[in-house]
């Protein structure tokens, strides 16, 4: 039965009714860096995973003692300070078997009355870090300081730490207490080896007893000696050692699975700028050194270094001071040791200019393959706290399909849900069940488990697409234990579009965070909003991003300022969760943009890197929309292109979409403003392509368009207010509308020109009847230099008005025999258009439209009726024939002149009754006007022929 399940699953994948299959990427990883504008700054002093596995902190930010708890996910739950006396910092953290959590550092002016020195802390809170009890420890008037916290094998916490013990130049020597439910030391133990003694690490032996790691200094201008303090049980000294080596120190110590006491720190090599991660072995029971290493960059590898057991090993971490790049800066290290202590695996994490100093890392299986660190990271003033986790997708699994962290599951529009699977295979007898468990923020919301999975194993899980994170845990058992083998955080469902174009589609923000200019990333950020693309660029590894982080390492395109806009307006008002795959390129001309004829998907050619990556993605059968913005390219020098060819040019990008992008519900096209005159362009060079683009609606009607000429324009790109914010806007509510069921008012599509004519048979006035009648619309002066009279330089535009549905231009003087049409170019800078509806949106730029005759004496201001609107016209857009039926109020019996896309008479139809036929399979495709005159109106039908 389990075989056919999978036979089943396997099909329904193949025969595309299920997410398409991703392929599994060795690692996974999760990069969050939370921004730390405290004035003094915060300092984490360590990490832990957590029973639920969640991650607690502890640490400090003058004044305030600090613990918090991140999820599973490394996204912080809360956080809480902790105070005692005037000041507090925390050093360490355990949890209890019970939930209750204890920390271990130092308070100021916290001990006896009247005494001010820093005394040793230990603070026991429940779950939630509400304190239950504290306890002090030190002696009167003299400093103390608890370093290291431990769980001890009967669930005591355990410290060390220094105290000090003399007043001439502060001696102090180290401390080792039990401690019992009340904080209370049930065990008390100083040890000294030199003047300064100061243990920073505790561990538990395998006999019960204990080793203190950390440095000593014989006198105070001494050079430090890594101390090693041994112990039994009852913390009776049974051995202590300092290094031979000049300037050692230990900060971490552990036991090897052979028994040794294997200690981990750093030393001088040369004291002005090599120092290296240095660990010592000793024998448990003599203490003697059995073997040492070394490990580093040719610089500074310090801060941080710490040691955790691992299965045939250790996990360890540090900073690594030699940069990837010059005039970059050090790195966060994690490394993997064998038994003997040889290097297995470094792994590096670059944060460029940034200077890190690791925390600490934590293994999160027994091999160590997946783990976790913090580092704190600084660039002069920006400061940052940095989490990382990484995990490898099957350890004794071997996966053909998981989801990956942040994933978006395309939605069923049906269900409103998306779908997740898990599966592959599992060898031999490594588990007796394997289990899926289901997250729905943080709390378990369903388990599915598998009790025979030698062989062939699948998991299939639905999510709403709902403004909620989904976390999946793929773990096996063996004995009742749980392995972690996948798992994938922060997953969605809900809905996926693309965008493409040039710079104006990238819409790309500043490089520096100080940038003064402003950008949508300040405010409009949202977790809900993903993307998907490269980790590197160069790369061949995939991530999915969300736009509540910084990039990390995603080196794609994001969603862009408009894009973002719109994906956060879709997630705010829909309560749907949305992909942005922005495949767009920077100053990319049409022509580039084509894919290779022989070969779509060849990697040489931007379209086929775009057309993997969405495949990859899972999205390619589920896309919603596609928005394009582009052609500014190609009004510049080296193209040029007229309105005919550039419009060729899209017809032939959009038959390779529909092709390889089936599944698209709806597209949109921005039209470009003038722009990049440094690039060669000119104003009827780019008025060329706004033509173009003018027609693209009329003729591929799937397209719908959205005018550029109301937003904010700094002469190439745009600026954000009135800019990118109103083009993310503006698009939205035609998405609203044609996706999302929404209704809206009027005003939500750009101002277009239906027909045009000299309204005073003194051809000194134009009227423009607009498309959408029940519009709201408004003249802005100034900008009457917008319209140009083609063919007459004699005449202008120097005037206009709205008079309800049109537009009416005022001209100095009638134009000249050559005049052919009306264009509206719109203009360079600034944020607004001579004709904006009341949404502000800009009327659509055109070229060359043509202007009828005025209309007989008497009838210089008649009232015209928009056929489109008032008759009823069908097919249309046409290829072999349209028919009309009229209003009732028409007589039918009239002759119709017919007008080409350039205003040229085309030919002419008689109809002898309010129903009539008109054969056009031998008509040029375009667009045309049907026009005539019946008593003191002019009646007008725009026809699209394809």
Same mark, same amino acid.
């Given at each position: 039965?389990?075989?056919?399940?999978?036979?089943?699953?396997?099909?329904?994948?193949?025969?595309?009714?299920?997410?398409?299959?991703?392929?599994?990427?060795?690692?996974?990883?999760?990069?969050?860096?939370?921004?730390?504008?405290?004035?003094?700054?915060?300092?984490?002093?360590?990490?832990?995973?957590?029973?639920? $596995?969640?991650?607690?902190?502890?640490?400090?930010?003058?004044?305030?003692?600090?613990?918090?708890?991140?999820?599973?996910?490394?996204?912080?739950?809360?956080?809480?300070?902790?105070?005692?006396?005037?000041?507090?910092?925390?050093?360490?953290?355990?949890?209890?078997?019970?939930?209750? #959590?204890?920390?271990?550092?130092?308070?100021?002016?916290?001990?006896?009355?009247?005494?001010?020195?820093?005394?040793?802390?230990?603070?026991?809170?429940?779950?939630?870090?509400?304190?239950?009890?504290?306890?002090?420890?030190?002696?009167?008037?003299?400093?103390? !300081?608890?370093?290291?916290?431990?769980?001890?094998?009967?669930?005591?916490?355990?410290?060390?730490?220094?105290?000090?013990?003399?007043?001439?130049?502060?001696?102090?020597?180290?401390?080792?207490?039990?401690?019992?439910?009340?904080?209370?030391?049930?065990?008390?133990?100083?040890?000294?080896?030199?003047?300064?003694?100061?243990?920073?690490?505790?561990?538990?032996?395998?006999?019960?007893?204990?080793?203190?790691?950390?440095?000593?200094?014989?006198? +105070?201008?001494?050079?430090?000696? $890594?101390?090693?303090?041994?112990?039994?049980?009852?913390?009776?000294?049974?051995?202590?050692?300092?290094?031979?080596?000049?300037?050692?120190?230990?900060?971490?110590?552990?036991?090897?699975?052979?028994?040794?006491?294997?200690?981990?720190?750093?030393?001088?090599?040369?004291?002005?700028?090599?120092?290296?991660?240095?660990?010592?072995?000793?024998?448990?029971?003599?203490?003697?050194?059995?073997?040492?290493?070394?490990?580093?960059?040719?610089?500074?590898?310090?801060?941080?270094?710490?040691?955790?057991?691992?299965?045939?090993?250790?996990?360890?971490?540090?900073?690594?001071?030699?940069?990837?790049?010059?005039?970059?800066?050090?790195?966060?290290?994690?490394?993997?040791?064998?038994?003997?202590?040889?290097?297995?695996?470094?792994?590096?994490?670059?944060?460029?200019?940034?200077?890190?100093?690791?925390?600490?890392?934590?293994?999160?299986?027994?091999?160590?393959?997946?783990?976790?660190?913090?580092?704190?990271?600084?660039?002069?003033?920006?400061?940052?706290?940095?989490?990382?986790?990484?995990?490898?997708?099957?350890?004794?699994?071997?996966?053909? =399909?998981?989801?990956?962290?942040?994933?978006?599951?395309?939605?069923?529009?049906?269900?409103?849900?998306?779908?997740?699977?898990?599966?592959?295979?599992? !060898?031999?007898?490594?588990?007796?069940?394997?289990?899926?468990?289901?997250?729905? =923020?943080?709390? +378990?919301?369903?388990?599915?488990?598998?009790?025979?999975?030698?062989?062939?194993?699948?998991?299939?899980?639905?999510?709403?697409?709902?403004?909620? =994170?989904?976390?999946?845990? +793929?773990?096996?058992?063996?004995?009742?234990?749980?392995?972690?083998?996948?798992? @994938?955080?922060?997953?969605? @469902?809900?809905?996926?579009?693309?965008?493409?174009?040039?710079?104006?589609?990238?819409?790309?923000?500043?490089?520096?965070?100080?940038?003064?200019?402003?950008?949508?990333?300040?405010?409009?950020?949202?977790?809900?909003?993903?993307?998907?693309?490269?980790?590197?660029?160069? $790369?061949?590894?995939?991530?999915?991003?969300?736009?509540?982080?910084?990039?990390?390492?995603?080196?794609?395109?994001?969603?862009?300022?408009?894009?973002?806009?719109?994906?956060?307006?879709?997630?705010?008002?829909?309560?749907?969760?949305?992909?942005?795959?922005?495949?767009?390129?920077?100053?990319?001309?049409?022509?580039?943009?084509?894919?290779?004829?022989?070969?779509?998907?060849?990697?040489?050619?931007?379209?086929?890197?775009?057309?993997?990556?969405?495949?990859?993605?899972?999205?390619?059968?589920?896309?919603?929309?596609?928005?394009?913005?582009? $052609?500014?390219?190609?009004?510049?020098?080296?193209?040029?292109?007229?309105?005919?060819?550039?419009?060729?040019?899209?017809?032939?990008?959009?038959?390779?979409?529909?092709?390889?992008?089936?599944?698209?519900?709806?597209?949109?096209?921005?039209?470009?403003?003038?722009?990049?005159?440094?690039?060669?362009?000119?104003?009827?060079?780019? #008025?060329?392509?706004?033509? @173009?683009?003018?027609?693209?609606?009329?003729?591929?009607?799937?397209?719908?368009?959205?005018?550029?000429?109301?937003?904010?324009?700094?002469?190439?790109?745009?600026?954000?207010? !009135?800019?990118?914010?109103?083009?993310?806007?503006?698009?939205?509510?035609?998405?609203?509308?044609?996706?999302?069921?929404?209704?809206?008012?009027?005003?939500?599509?750009?101002?277009?020109?239906?027909?045009?004519?000299?309204?005073?048979?003194?051809?000194?006035?134009?009227?423009?009847?607009?498309?959408?009648?029940?519009?709201?619309?408004?003249?802005?002066?100034?900008?009457?230099?917008?319209?140009?009279?083609?063919?007459?330089?004699?005449?202008?535009?120097?005037?206009?008005?709205?008079?309800?549905?049109?537009?009416?231009?005022? +001209?100095?003087?009638?134009?000249?025999? =050559?005049?052919?049409?009306?264009? !509206?170019?719109?203009?360079?800078?600034?944020?607004?258009?001579?004709?904006?509806?009341?949404?502000?949106?800009?009327?659509? @730029?055109?070229?060359?439209?043509?202007?009828?005759?005025?209309?007989?004496?008497?009838?210089?201001?008649?009232?015209?009726?928009?056929?489109?609107?008032?008759?009823?016209?069908?097919?249309?857009?046409?290829?072999?024939?349209?028919?009309?039926?009229?209003?009732?109020?028409?007589?039918?019996?009239?002759?119709?002149?017919?007008?080409?896309?350039?205003?040229?008479?085309?030919?002419?139809?008689?109809?002898?009754?309010?129903?009539?036929?008109?054969?056009?399979?031998?008509?040029?495709?375009?667009?045309?006007?049907?026009?005539?005159?019946?008593?003191?109106?002019?009646?007008?039908?725009?026809?699209?022929?394809?």
């Amino acid at each position: 039965m389990k075989n056919l399940l999978f036979l089943i699953a396997v099909l329904c994948i193949a025969a595309g009714t299920s997410l398409p299959a991703q392929n599994v990427q060795p690692f996974q990883e999760i990069i969050l860096k939370f921004l730390d504008d405290t004035p003094t700054g915060v300092i984490p002093k360590q990490i832990i995973p957590s029973a639920d $596995g969640s991650f607690l902190v502890a640490g400090y930010g003058q004044p305030l003692g600090f613990i918090a708890k991140l999820n599973s996910c490394g996204s912080p739950l809360w956080s809480k300070p902790i105070l005692y006396g005037a000041e507090t910092e925390l050093n360490g953290i355990v949890e209890l078997p019970s939930g209750e #959590l204890v920390v271990a550092g130092r308070c100021k002016n916290c001990g006896m009355k009247g005494d001010t020195t820093w005394k040793a802390l230990v603070v026991k809170t429940d779950a939630m870090a509400q304190a239950i009890v504290y306890n002090t420890f030190g002696n009167p008037s003299f400093d103390a !300081n608890a370093n290291a916290v431990i769980l001890t094998t009967q669930g005591k916490p355990a410290i060390a730490g220094n105290v000090g013990v003399g007043d001439f130049l502060s001696p102090t020597d180290g401390f080792l207490a039990v401690l019992d439910n009340q904080l209370d030391a049930s065990l008390w133990k100083e040890y000294n080896e030199h003047y300064y003694d100061n243990p920073q690490a505790l561990t538990q032996l395998s006999d019960g007893g204990f080793a203190l790691a950390g440095w000593s200094n014989e006198n +105070l201008t001494d050079p430090s000696e $890594g101390l090693l303090i041994r112990t039994n049980a009852q913390g009776q000294l049974l051995w202590k050692s300092s290094s031979d080596l000049s300037y050692s120190l230990f900060k971490s110590v552990r036991q090897s699975e052979d028994g040794k006491i294997v200690a981990l720190g750093s030393y001088f090599v040369n004291p002005q700028q090599k120092r290296d991660a240095y660990l010592a072995v000793h024998n448990s029971t003599t203490g003697a050194l059995i073997s040492d290493e070394t490990y580093g960059s040719l610089l500074y590898d310090d801060a941080g270094l710490w040691l955790e057991p691992i299965q045939d090993g250790f996990l360890a971490s540090g900073t690594w001071g030699e940069p990837s790049q010059p005039n970059w800066n050090s790195r966060s290290w994690v490394f993997r040791l064998n038994e003997n202590y040889a290097m297995e695996e470094n792994y590096f994490r670059d944060e460029y200019l940034f200077a890190q100093n690791m925390v600490n890392a934590v293994p999160l299986t027994t091999d160590g393959l997946d783990f976790a660190f913090l580092s704190k990271v600084h660039f002069f003033e920006d400061k940052r706290v940095l989490f990382v986790k990484r995990s490898k997708q099957g350890h004794e699994v071997q996966l053909t =399909n998981a989801p990956m962290h942040y994933q978006l599951s395309p939605r069923n529009l049906s269900t409103n849900k998306g779908t997740v699977e898990y599966e592959g295979s599992l !060898n031999g007898n490594a588990y007796d069940e394997l289990r899926l468990q289901v997250f729905r =923020n943080d709390t +378990l919301v369903q388990t599915q488990s598998d009790m025979t999975p030698q062989g062939n194993f699948y998991f299939q899980s639905e999510i709403t697409a709902e403004l909620a =994170n989904y976390e999946f845990r +793929l773990s096996g058992l063996k004995n009742g234990v749980a392995y972690m083998e996948a798992g @994938a955080c922060d997953v969605v @469902a809900g809905d996926a579009y693309l965008i493409q174009g040039q710079s104006n589609a990238v819409a790309g923000i500043p490089f520096y965070i100080s940038d003064p200019i402003d950008h949508t990333y300040n405010y409009h950020r949202n977790p809900f909003v993903r993307n998907f693309g490269l980790k590197s660029d160069p $790369g061949s590894l995939y991530t999915w991003h969300k736009e509540a982080d910084e990039n990390g390492d995603y080196a794609d395109n994001i969603s862009g300022q408009w894009g973002l806009i719109l994906g956060k307006k879709i997630v705010e008002e829909q309560g749907i969760p949305v992909a942005i795959l922005n495949g767009a390129i920077s100053g990319i001309s049409i022509d580039s943009m084509m894919p290779d004829p022989q070969n779509h998907e060849n990697q040489a050619k931007s379209y086929g890197r775009f057309l993997k990556r969405v495949k990859r993605s899972g999205l390619i059968d589920d896309l919603r929309g596609i928005i394009m913005f582009q $052609g500014e390219t190609n009004a510049a020098g080296g193209f040029w292109d007229s309105a005919d060819e550039y419009f060729q040019k899209f017809v032939a990008l959009d038959d390779a979409w529909f092709e390889d992008f089936p599944s698209l519900e709806k597209k949109y096209l921005f039209q470009i403003r003038p722009g990049a005159f440094f690039a060669g362009a000119t104003l009827l060079t780019c #008025l060329q392509i706004e033509e @173009a683009q003018h027609r693209i609606p009329e003729l591929l009607p799937d397209w719908q368009i959205m005018s550029s000429t109301g937003m904010n324009h700094d002469g190439t790109h745009y600026h954000y207010e !009135n800019g990118y914010e109103r083009a993310g806007n503006d698009i939205y509510r035609l998405v609203a509308q044609n996706l999302y069921g929404e209704t809206f008012a009027g005003n939500i599509h750009p101002p277009r020109v239906d027909s045009a004519w000299f309204s005073d048979c003194t051809n000194t006035q134009i009227t423009l009847q607009m498309r959408h009648t029940d519009d709201e619309y408004f003249w802005t002066p100034g900008y009457e230099q917008d319209f140009l009279l083609e063919g007459s330089a004699n005449s202008s535009v120097i005037a206009g008005f709205i008079q309800g549905d049109q537009v009416v231009l005022q +001209l100095t003087e009638a134009p000249g025999p =050559n005049f052919t049409g009306l264009s !509206n170019t719109s203009h360079l800078l600034e944020g607004e258009a001579a004709v904006e509806n009341a949404n502000g949106i800009g009327m659509l @730029a055109f070229y060359n439209f043509p202007v009828t005759a005025c209309l007989p004496s008497g009838t210089n201001n008649p009232e015209v009726q928009m056929m489109t609107n008032a008759a009823k016209v069908f097919p249309n857009p046409c290829t072999e024939y349209f028919e009309v039926i009229l209003p009732e109020k028409a007589s039918g019996a009239l002759d119709w002149n017919v007008y080409d896309g350039k205003g040229q008479l085309f030919k002419r139809i008689s109809a002898s009754g309010r129903e009539f036929r008109v054969e056009v399979s031998g008509w040029p495709a375009g667009i045309y006007q049907l026009k005539t005159i019946e008593g003191d109106q002019a009646l007008s039908i725009r026809i699209v022929k394809l």
